[in-house]
């Protein structure tokens, strides 16, 4: 990124955020003026089908600025999110496979602070159905994709599992993460 400033000069921190148009956050952020308002704004509250993509992104970093001089800062964007991805690497023999056929995220969070450092993120409210359903796709050994909020634990709160279901010998094998 190429930063020019003809009224800022010193170090600063640079918050970039992309994907913020498509996960409706283009007013909210339009209407920060300080790093500490930014520690509040949190994405848009989940669904049972699951999260916005493209998936929003975050990078921080410290820049020296000079009057009237162009600076240059490579940023590392992160993804707000987690994702999830199932290898079924169990060997399929003929008298017992185990075939998978969904997961799902079940009580995730219904949001997330878009930068990290928010004391309150301990109280956020889960969704009490699963979401994000996945599938196998053209292999049936594999389910990727499924995309949560990252979240903090303090053991106190209700946390965010993965619900595999499949099959194990032509039984039913729900297991839970």
């Given at each position: 990124?190429?930063?020019?400033?003809?009224?800022?000069?010193?170090?600063?921190?640079?918050?970039m955020?992309?994907?913020?148009?498509?996960n409706?956050?283009?007013?909210?952020?339009?209407?920060?003026?300080?790093?500490?308002?930014l520690?509040?704004?949190?994405?848009?509250?989940?669904?049972?089908?699951?999260?916005?993509?493209?998936?929003?992104?975050?990078?921080?970093?410290?820049?020296?600025?000079?009057?009237g001089?162009?600076?240059?800062?490579?940023?590392?964007?992160?993804?707000?999110?987690?994702?999830?991805?199932?290898?079924?690497?169990?060997?399929?023999?003929?008298?017992?496979?185990?075939?998978l056929?969904?997961?799902?995220?079940?009580?995730?969070?219904?949001y997330?602070?878009?930068?990290?450092?928010?004391?309150?993120?301990?109280?956020?409210?889960?969704?009490?159905?699963?979401?994000?359903?996945?599938?196998?796709g053209?292999?049936?050994?594999?389910?990727?994709?499924?995309?949560?909020?990252?979240?903090?634990?303090?053991?106190?709160?209700?946390?965010?599992?993965?619900?595999?279901?499949?099959?194990?010998?032509?039984?039913?094998y729900?297991h839970?993460?």
């Amino acid at each position: 990124m190429e930063i020019k400033t003809n009224s800022l000069a010193g170090e600063t921190q640079v918050v970039m955020i992309a994907n913020y148009k498509e996960n409706e956050l283009y007013d909210v952020l339009n209407g920060i003026t300080s790093l500490g308002q930014l520690a509040d704004v949190r994405t848009q509250s989940v669904t049972a089908s699951g999260i916005t993509t493209p998936l929003l992104m975050y990078a921080e970093e410290k820049v020296a600025l000079q009057f009237g001089t162009q600076t240059t800062k490579i940023f590392t964007l992160r993804r707000v999110m987690a994702r999830i991805d199932v290898y079924n690497e169990i060997p399929n023999t003929a008298e017992k496979p185990l075939e998978l056929e969904s997961a799902a995220i079940v009580n995730p969070r219904q949001y997330i602070y878009i930068i990290p450092g928010n004391e309150d993120a301990f109280n956020i409210p889960v969704l009490k159905e699963g979401f994000n359903p996945g599938t196998p796709g053209t292999d049936p050994t594999r389910i990727e994709g499924l995309y949560t909020h990252e979240t903090a634990n303090d053991g106190t709160s209700t946390t965010p599992s993965f619900l595999c279901n499949g099959s194990y010998g032509g039984t039913p094998y729900p297991h839970i993460i």
